[in-house]
């Protein structure tokens, strides 16, 4: 049992983040023609920005063609002549969303916070900005003793379903175990986890959802019966201890 998890293992493409990933990811926040745009819109050549900034205009030039990859100290200087924050560089510009994840890209991540995981994950979506969900690709590996699942919540929805082998899945009061084909769409912010129930690995899709807490109404502290406004914060005074 414990060589089949292991010949899982050596079989998944890499533990880390590679150059090449790591170069693409960069090129895709386009920081080079971001500068030029700037320094084109103000109609400033390469020396007189150079000159504002103490950078030479040979160095500048390969920034905006994308030859280089600039320090945040560098950054930081083109972004104070042009009045701009860093955050600018790294915002997502609107454009229709398209991404491919090769798997030779993707990274196989341990469960966080055990020593002993019970499964491993890879994310498909981490090139995505601003990302509304998260999916992944995870290997529930078989147990070799009876280790009680870390349980887990957080906001949002999740969605599970199963590629092969068998999934033992616990959500709040509930228990089941779901097969090849079987799917399942629950309430993330309940406590919940999930191990593998059979003698070979599990493989699994997740989808994790997003969503905002509700906003709690706030109360206001006039003459008679406080009101509340529904759909506002609640402000710390009006909160019981």
């Known amino acids: 049992m414990k060589e089949l998890a292991e010949v899982r293992t050596e079989e998944t493409q890499k533990s880390q983040v590679d150059t090449e990933t790591t170069e693409r990811f960069i090129a895709e926040k386009r920081i080079g023609e971001r500068i030029k745009r700037l320094r ?4 400033m050549g390469l020396v007189e920005l150079g000159r504002h900034t103490g950078l030479s205009a040979s160095f500048l030039s390969q920034l905006e063609t994308g030859r280089v ?3 945040l100290r560098n950054l930081a200087r083109i972004a104070m002549v042009f009045s701009k924050d860093l955050s600018y560089f790294f915002e997502s510009e609107p454009q229709a969303m398209f991404r491919v994840h090769r798997r030779k890209d993707r990274v ?3 469960q966080t916070g055990v020593e002993e995981p019970t499964y491993f994950f890879e994310s498909l979506g981490y090139m995505v900005p601003d990302r509304h969900m998260d999916p992944y690709f995870a290997e529930f590996i078989p147990l070799e003793k009876n280790i009680e699942p870390r349980a887990h919540m957080h906001p949002g929805y999740e969605f599970l379903y199963v590629l092969d082998g068998e999934l033992a899945l616990r959500h709040g009061e509930n228990q089941c175990t779901l097969s090849p084909g079987d799917a399942v769409y629950f309430d993330a912010s309940t ?3 999930y191990v593998c129930a059979g003698k070979r690995p599990a493989d699994v899709l997740i989808v994790t959802m997003h969503q905002p807490p509700p906003a709690q109404p706030v109360t206001l502290l006039r003459q ?5 406004l529904p759909g506002s914060l609640q402000p710390p005074s009006s909160i019981n201890r």
């Open 40 to 43: 084109l819109k103000k109609s």
């Open 69 to 71: 990859v600039p320090t």
């Open 108 to 110: 196989r991540l341990p």
């Open 191 to 193: 406590p919940h986890s």
């Open 224 to 228: 008679g019966a406080p009101r509340a």
